[in-house]
């Protein structure tokens, strides 16, 4: 009797074990990470997604300094998938501004002229913008009207989210502006390209060309006015910044010069109510948000918050060796690698600073001696002159944000006015239509006034002001800061004979390459994950 | 009651046959006689007694007792299974006593399968048993390297001489490219999970192999398509040790053990040091270097290395206590590594009860190890450190004093700072450093089988077990290391633990049929497996107290200061299993099988997953060799069957393996956000994903032969595999604008692989006082990758060290996984060697660049060698026990990173060790990519000598075993590097943490 009463016992205990088990579902999600439809509940999580595709632009992922990067598939994350430290890699190293030491994969192919579609610094620098571009698509997806209201989301919430699309238009612009100008033509997707659907298309260069003017004068009406905005968002100053810089080069992109509308654009800038500021050399030090009136967009980054080896942390390591700690404001030694070759320095007359504070390429050891200007070995860093003008030391000498002294709280500028001014005078000199070469002249001499210190000894005349002038103006003013490329083509330089740099082309002297790599080719990964992409001219 | 009528049967048979002989027989005498076990003296029951050439045959009784018709020229066959067989001639005897030997390998040995056990010589696929007599001897804190050799086609790579370190296991070679290739590994029924947890070096160290029975390793698909969606690279069954009925017995056994480092990578010495500088400054007149040379002549690699002491000891007690067989044990492992702070230590506990119920019919097994490790983990930094550190440096400086520790280091110029990209002091890493952890580990379960008492050939099973670890540590940097100066020196606690539960009930169903010589089996099983873990977050503090900035949580949850976990990644899983085992006339025999698995991991329209198998068995010896006395065994077998993979590796990227499936977003650190005016926000990013992500899949074939001749005294196994694999859980390009990232995990691409295995087992001697056994284990298996998907042929793979982001590897369509893929060098003919930057422009076009690479060799082997040999005299015992890899590639990193002239005159002005590799290039700078640093790794290695002298009986009832043991004795290899056996599947060989030599004693006390 007991055997019996234990048998069903047993039995339907071990059923109902097994029933009571099905219960337990397979429908399984992450604890702490949110799907959509949580992420956009709150305005909350609209700012942190906002957040993120402007961070876009000053982090490399989601865990500073390294660790979760943006972008995988075996890259590096400081030195290929972030923004500011590629594309610095493509704007400056392949000129007579920059010249790398180490040998870290195809770097050296950069200043070589030699780079090919396997290169994987270029792969991670296809990836950035249109990783940035992907990410504003999605926000735009989620942040319709009818998808804020289904969200509960309204009044000043909803209102501030729908003014927030057209600083998200206004970043998709500008990563389709590098993608344009690195690379020609693009991948091109828009928020009607959901995840996991059909292969993108491709946009050519002129297209795309129109696309991006097309957008950001349709935003023009909805972004903030001048200055009303936050520091680090963008608003009209921005917009119309970024206009400029297209018209002036829309010869290269399209084959049709817009002077006209350069002009138009840098002098709606600099009506806009920015002002140079008096310190050339405070531009670009760690407490240089306080710039922001020269600034009509700069991209923030502070040592505790923005942490990264891809921003400009990167600027005053790479750029120094034993004097990091005493001169560029950063402990624990230099990286030993980026300097500038004797073709930028001799843009100055007097190479000190004592003139031109814009010449700021000696240190105490480091001279601007013929010897030191000499680089017979590209892997020697002691070799050539060493630019120290992104500095992690605060203008008012106090500490900076990261008490370990390792990363920078140097923002980094991506319009500043000095460009405006210099590409109004460019563009009058090529002839653009309403320029006016005396206020040309005037602004070219505000630029230099600010650099010799305020005094006049630096400024120049009417017959001074030629085309080649302003380049190598633009040369002192604006080195480093990601525009020498651009110009060194606009100008039809950069492959060509007729101006030749240390180690141009692989050549101590200097040499002509293929006019090919005025245009970097699409990497050839990205060419196999999507058969609708084509090759640049000349590369395979 | 069924007893008793075969009982019946049987004795009329006898009654019968007696009959017969009388009437029939008369020319003939009738020879009777008693067969005897050789050891116990007991009868043996079901001996064949037949007479040689006739078909005259009988079986003896239940004493062992038989009687059959002979002339007394004729030889009388004894044959039983389990035993030698045995020729006697009559001659004038009328009464035989015949004493049988229980044969050297037992047929009726039972082999642990999946989901139950069958005898050895019935299965039908590939399985492999080693049990605890056959272990790999000596020092083994790790229960895998029991397994070292023993097994064709397992590879057991540790990953260095680590105190309690891990090793990479693989089953014919693996079937999976970026998705795991560990084995599945069940212990007692509970498949683990085999991911590691934070504090643990190796969560199989968590097991004490003293407790361990057997291990079997399953490698076809019959085998292992039980275990369905995570069977694709094998399975190994661990099984421990149970409780037997019968009086307590004890078993005591300790070991002793010394490790000392066997051999130092060779670097350049402080006068070749002082040498090459000071040349170098009078050729070029820079006198930068020689102003940094020290005085002092330092052998970094003798200050870090030290003699590691261990020490093992463990009791045991089985027995019965009211009828309940049990066994209970206790461990204590101590062990120091031979870096110097590297120790590990392990207690450990089991408890296994395995009573019976009503008659039999409920059976319960209990399981329970409890096991709490801990670690103290050297910074193996240090090894790398200690062969790139100026040996004209010394150890300690006292110029700065304290400040460093009194250790010497390299400083910025004119500051007491140290130079962040320079070597640290070697072993300062290793004193400055305290890096604890403790792991405590449950793993326990309940098997239930209870036979139906209205159907007692339907049994229903449960099992019903929990896999528990909890891991902690500290990890602190002292504030006067240079490492971690800047914050004041690094504190770091963490935790994270896991509980993984599984759920099994099954109905299983067992019948004999004897009217058709039938048996069948089947069983049907439901279960759950669910895998949970727990996921703490501290902050880091310097020693002053203050938070380390970017170590803070900032997740909204932060797990309110490790109060609660912060984060749960959790998967599960669901399966249907049927089996069917049938055999006939113990002569062919089927099994097949289907699984069906859902996965948390996939979406509810892919995650169901069917994994059928199906194999045949056909005893060739019954059918042809019945009576023979050479061919004891002889058996065909074949099978065919799909497993299925799960184990999702990531992308380093967004991607998140375990909910590959779901769109979801992520929040930032703190050091990861975006200001807005004065205020700074994290970010939430959107992860990539592929909601279309399924299972991979693993077809393998697999056609097998076993055999025994003479006497057993030769034995083996001969197997041919195919395996092909779709659907490759693989890292695959995204068209950029496609996904939140250009790589994500998907299904892409086959890859395939062939083999073969052979094992023979000898006994060239067998005396009475001398018996000599040998055997061997050869593998052949090569791999290669068929397909990649549509759009790729090659993807770049195995990162290096030096530079940022090179990398020496490929995954390419027609080869190996990792084939290294470099730049073919160029020599000098005259002196042979390397010249430096020069390298065959392969494709002609003038100009050398990537397109010139080429695809040569790899890192896997094309054949494994395992040989065991052991000689026994009286009561001593010699053992050797060797294996050996060949067909390998190792990529010589260190010798590629550390043997320039760059390396020695480093540019951030400090001045480093050299690889004695260059004073063969006299490389000035690294050529990272040439195929010079691609080294033929094949070796053999003697892994143990063991030598056993057993006392036999000390005192009362008690037995006295003692051993003396030698492990990693040589190793032959033309390899370059310090060793030619490395874990890592790319074959990048950056100086693994040496493997000591390990001298031994050990004593075995039964009581």
Known sequence: MINKTFKYILFSGVLSLAVGSCAKKLNLYPENDLTPDKVYSTPAGYKSVLAKIYGGLASGGNQGPAGQPDISGGLDEGSQIAYIRPFFNCEELPTDEAVVAWNDQTIQDYHNLSFTSADPFLKGMYARPMYNITLANEYLRNSTDDAVAAHGITGADAASIKSSRSEVRFL?????????????????????????????????????????????????????????????????????????????????YTGTPKYDSAIIYASKVIGGGYSLQPSYAQLFMADNDKRKDEFMFAVPIDGLHTQGYGNTTFFAHAASGDEATKDYGVTGGGWYGYRATSGLVNLFADKTGGTDSRAMFTTSKYET?????????????????????????????????????????????????????????????????????????????????????????????MNDLTLQFILDERGRELYWEGHR?????????????????????????????????????????????????TQNPGYN | MRKSISKMSKQIGVLIFFILVAFGANAQNTVTGKVTDSKTGNGIPGVTVTVKGTKTATQTDASGNFSIAASPTSTLVFTSAGYTPKDVAVASQSFLNVSMEVSAEKLNEVVVVAYGTRRKQDLTSAITSVSSKDFQKGFIPSSEQLLQGKVAGLQITSGGGAAGGGSTIRIRGGASLNASNDPLIVIDGVPVDNNNLPGSANLLNTINPNDIESMSVLKDASATALYGSRASNGVIIVTTKKGTKGKVRFNFNTNLSIGAIDKEVKVLSADEIRNIINTNAAATGNNTFKKLLGAANTNWQDQIYQKAFGNDNNLSASGSIKNIPFRVSLGYLNQDGILKTDHFDRYSSSLNLSPDFFDNHLSINLNVKYSSTNNRFADQGAVGSAVAFDPTQPVYDATHGSRWGGY?????????????????????????RHNTSSVNRLIGNVQLDYKLHFFPDLHLQANIGIDDDRGSGNDNRDSIMATDYKTFGRYSYYKQSKQNTIYEFSLFYTKNIESIKSHVDVLLLHGYQDFLTNVYNYPSFGQNGDTIANSVPTHPNKGINGQLPADKPEYRLESYLGRLNYSYDNRYFLTASVRRDASSKFSPATRIGYFPAVSVAWK?????????????????RGSWGITGQQDIGGTGGSFNPIYPYLPVYSYSNSA??????????????????????????????????????????????????????????????????QNFDITIVTNIGNLESKGFEFVLNTTPVKTKNLSWDFGFNVAYNNVKITNLGPQVNSIPQSNISGGTGNQIGIFAVGYAPYTFNVYQQIYDSKTGKPIEGLYEDRNRDGTVSAADEYYYKKPAPDILLGVNTQLNYKKWSLGLAAHGSFGNYLYNNYNSNNGVLRIIKNPINVIGNASVNYLTTGFANNQYLSDYYIENASFLRLDNINIGYNLGKVFKNSSLRLNANVQNVFVITKYSGLDPENSDPHGVDNNIYPRPRIFSLGANLDF
């Open chain 1, 172 to 252: 998709r612009a500008f990563n389709y502006w590098i993608m344009m100008d690195l690379f020609g033509k693009s991948t091109f997707i828009t928020e009607a390209n959901v995840v996991g659907g059909p292969l993108p298309k491709e946009i050519q260069r002129a297209d795309l060309f129109n696309y991006i003017v097309g957008e950001l004068k349709a935003i023009d009406g909805d972004l903030a006015p001048v200055k009303t905005i936050e520091y680090g968002r963008v608003d009209q100053g921005a917009e119309w910044a970024l206009l400029a810089r297209i018209y002036l080069n829309a010869e290269v």
């Open chain 1, 369 to 461: 001696s013929p010897s030191q200007m000499l680089i017979n070995d590209i892997s020697n860093f002691d070799q050539g002159p060493h630019v120290k003008k992104w500095v992690n030391i605060r203008s008012d000498g106090k500490p900076t944000d990261d008490p370990t002294g390792y990363f920078a709280d140097i923002d980094f500028p991506v319009f500043r006015l000095s460009e405006m001014y210099l590409i109004y005078a460019e563009a009058t000199l090529r002839g653009g239509a309403g320029g006016d070469k005396v206020k040309a002249l005037n602004y070219v001499n505000l630029i230099r006034a600010r650099a010799y210190g305020g005094t006049s000894s630096g400024q120049i005349t």
């Open chain 1, 485 to 533: 490329r651009t110009d060194l083509i606009r100008y039809g330089l950069l492959t060509t004979g007729t101006y030749l740099w240390p180690w141009k082309g692989g050549v101590a002297s200097g040499t002509a390459v293929d006019s090919k790599y005025n245009l970097f080719p699409i990497p050839a990964s990205v060419l196999q994950s999507n058969p609708n992409l």
């Open chain 2, 408 to 432: 010497y280091e390299w400083l910025q110029p004119g500051t007491t700072l140290p130079i962040d990209l320079a070597s640290r002091n070697p072993l300062a890493l290793l004193e400055l």
């Open chain 2, 620 to 636: 060739l010896n019954e059918d042809f060799f019945r009576t023979s006395t050479v061919i004891r065994e002889l058996k065909l």
């Open chain 2, 672 to 737: 990861a956000e975006y200001q807005f005016g004065s205020v700074y926000y994290n970010y939430l990013r959107p992860g990539a994903y592929d909601p279309n992500i399924k299972w991979e899949t693993t077809t393998t074939s697999n056609i097998g032969l076993d055999f025994g001749f003479l006497n057993n005294r030769i034995s083996g196994s001969l197997d041919f595999y195919d395996k092909k694999t779709k659907d490759l859980l693989s890292p695959v390009n995204q068209a950029p604008g």
